[in-house]
């Protein structure tokens, strides 16, 4: 299957925005020429400007790389106020919540909501420009409005997934000094509601001393506790609020937002986007990867506490004009048939989503998608994970009718948006592989010394020039930075962005990404640090020592493994294992909690007590071991682990 190659369905890709691979290469080569000439033509193209930038790059504090040096530009106006004059009537959100309510909102009502909630911020919470700002958010369009009313004040946000528990939203508060919580009662799931405020009331009972007010929309109306003097009702305020807050004037390099992932420690990092790069890219990714049209109605099902939902849900679909469809639900409820119901309802054009959600849709609905009208579909998109073979032809030729483009985009939190991605109206597709770099993007596969590696063979995936919408800094740690992301690869003697991903280049120069080769595993398309886990499950005192892997799962791609040794190995028992997820639940979330969890008498380790996770890896995998143990401080210890694991 992987020889097979998908051409674009010519009736789309002849009015496509990049429609011919000579068209790609003919972008792509232009950046290759003149690299600062390229993205001048399209900054100026695209970007609506207040005062005009002085320089397109500068690269003299590298790697802290600057894009459109003093330039001037508001997000809040290049996604909302820019296209009131020809668009006011045109739909800019629509919702529909997890019970089946929708709702259309306007560019113009948009308009409305965020500048009553930067009016609301601004006057009532003295908010400006700089402040940080927390969103603990359900996916309501409230959400959205709260986004663009920071761009419009020039506050930072940081949205805390909603999934992440009261010491997580609590890590993140304090790391980012943040001044306000915006959240919500909670919202819907599955037909019932479920909490938010009581866990940001968690999270501020012992700590989160910067907060000085948290901000509630009502969603699900269940009761929940108020703190008197620092809780403020977002829908009683917001009424008194004027329609009117003018937007503040942000240079390019200031900070748009932070969001918060995982890397190879226990704490995760502050990713910082700028304002002009980010924004930038987002809209021009929207319009080349998903061929963004007039009428186009898009759809992203991720939610905004992630990457994905800044990029592809709020930013790039508002910034190019577009509708994006925002949903409070999951794609299986009421039934497996939601999904494509909801595709049909709102003529959605282009639907993306994770392959998780691709497994989880073919399994519990094969044939559900036959059910509906999806004939408006022109492009289906892929995010967060390798895509595997059955999942893709179903989607391509069930989901798409065999007419739709896949494109399986590659991209990471720090990259702000796609850089490996096929063009649905360029690019042949394979199968499971992310294709070629996006025009302007200088990915390559290349050994740590920057020589290319051999066709075939797995390498590091790097891009080797700085680009727009690239990540500016980790929020308070410049060396973390430096050396999470520029301290692993060179080329031409310069430190260059290196992805923590492998990646395979074949011959024809189709990039395939082969996964992280950091302790990062992927559980459902979201990033979990395995030292994070490990930290969490070190709170519990039983445990001695752990290590945690990635163990292959049919639907979440990735689940979490964990090999414990315990001070006391006749504690453990199934009961151990519940008690010990929950401490994960307290202070992850429930995402991170394991699938599995093996009691071992010790870890292999070295003699200098590095944990060798590779055999472990092996072990849950039931590979053979390949590795050299003969290093180990004590290699019988490999053997007893793998009995354990094959019995459990
Ligand atoms: C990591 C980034 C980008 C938004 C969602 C995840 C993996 C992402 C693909 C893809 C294979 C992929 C990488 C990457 N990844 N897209 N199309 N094919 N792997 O964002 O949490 O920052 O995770 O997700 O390993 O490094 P994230």
Redesign the pocket.
């Given at each position: 299957m992987s020889e097979q190659i998908f051409n674009p369905n010519p009736e789309h890709a002849k009015d496509a925005a990049i429609n011919s691979m000579e068209a790609y290469w003919k972008l792509q080569n232009h950046a290759i020429e003149d690299y600062e000439g390229f993205w001048k033509g399209f900054a100026d193209k695209k970007i609506d400007w207040i005062e005009p930038y002085d320089t397109v790059l500068d690269e003299s504090n590298a790697p802290f790389y600057k894009w459109f040096s003093n330039g001037k530009l508001n997000v809040s106006n290049q996604c909302v106020d820019r296209h009131l004059a020809e668009k006011s009537e045109q739909n800019a959100i629509i919702f529909e919540g997890d019970k089946g309510d929708v709702q259309h909102i306007t560019y113009a009502q948009l308009s409305k909501h965020v500048n009553k909630l930067a009016n609301l911020l601004k006057n009532k919470f003295g908010i400006k420009k700089g402040d940080r700002v927390v969103l603990y958010m359900p996916m309501i369009p409230e959400a959205a409005y709260a986004m663009l009313a920071c761009t419009r004040l020039g506050a930072i946000h940081s949205i805390v997934f909603g999934g992440f528990s009261s010491e997580a939203l609590k890590d993140r508060i304090e790391d980012a000094e943040a001044k306000i919580v915006i959240t919500a009662d909670g919202a819907f799931r599955k037909g019932k509601p479920y909490m938010l405020k009581n866990v940001v009331d968690d999270a501020l009972s012992d700590g989160g001393k910067s907060i000085e007010a948290v901000l509630v929309v009502k969603r699900n109306n269940e009761e929940i506790t108020w703190v008197e003097g620092r809780d403020h009702s977002y829908n009683e305020l917001i009424k008194a609020e004027s329609e009117e807050c003018p937007f503040e004037p942000m240079e390019s390099e200031d900070p748009l937002f932070l969001l918060y992932?995982s890397g190879s420690t226990g704490k995760p990092k502050g990713v910082q986007h700028s304002t002009a790069g980010y924004i930038l890219w987002a809209q021009m990714t929207m319009e080349w990867v998903f061929d963004l049209r007039k009428n186009d109605v898009y759809w992203c099902t991720a939610d905004v506490g992630?990457?994905?939902g800044h990029t592809y849900i709020v930013y790039g679909p508002l910034a190019a004009g577009g509708t994006t469809v925002m949903f409070e639900g999951v794609p299986t409820y009421p039934d497996a048939g939601r999904a494509w119901q909801m595709v049909q309802d709102h003529n959605i054009t282009q639907f993306y989503t994770a392959p998780t959600a691709i497994r989880l849709l073919h399994k519990t609905g094969e044939e559900e998608p036959k059910k509906y009208d999806l004939s408006k579909l022109r492009v289906l998109g892929?995010?967060?994970?390798?895509i595997d073979p059955p999942a893709w032809k179903w989607y391509y030729e069930v989901v798409g009718n065999s007419k739709c483009a896949i494109v399986?985009?590659?991209?990471?939190?720090e990259t702000g948006g796609h850089v490996i991605s096929p063009l649905p109206g360029a690019t042949p597709i394979k199968p499971g592989c992310?294709t070629f770099a996006l025009p302007g993007i200088m990915a390559e596969v290349i050994e740590e010394d920057g020589t290319p590696t051999p066709v075939g063979e797995k390498g590091f995936m790097c891009i080797t020039k700085p680009w727009p919408a690239m990540i500016r800094n980790i929020w308070n740690n410049p060396e973390r930075f430096k050396k999470s992301y520029f301290g692993d690869c060179k080329k031409d003697g310069e430190a260059v962005y290196f992805?923590?991903?492998g990646a395979m280049i074949a011959e024809d120069g189709y990039i395939t990404?082969t996964?992280?080769t950091d302790d990062v595993i992927?559980v459902s398309?979201?990033?979990m640090g395995t030292a994070e886990v490990e930290a969490a499950i070190k709170k519990h005192d039983s445990v001695a020592a752990v290590a945690v892997v990635g163990k292959p799962h049919d639907i979440k791609g990735e689940g979490i493994f964990a090999y414990i040794v315990l001070k006391n190995p006749s504690e453990g028992n199934e009961d151990l294992k519940i008690a010990i997820n929950k401490v994960i639940k307290k202070e992850i979330g429930a995402i991170a909690l394991c699938d599995a969890i093996a009691f071992v008498p010790d870890v292999p380790k070295t003699r200098s007590g590095k944990i060798m996770r590779r055999i472990l890896r092996s072990i849950v995998k039931g590979e053979a071991i390949t590795q050299d143990t003969s290093t180990l401080e004590d290699p019988s210890i490999v053997a007893i682990i793998e009995g354990i694991v094959k019995k459990s």
């Open positions: 992932t992630w990457i994905t892929t995010v967060g994970e390798p399986d985009t590659y991209w990471q939190t992310a992805t923590g991903d990404i996964g992280r992927n398309g979201h990033r």
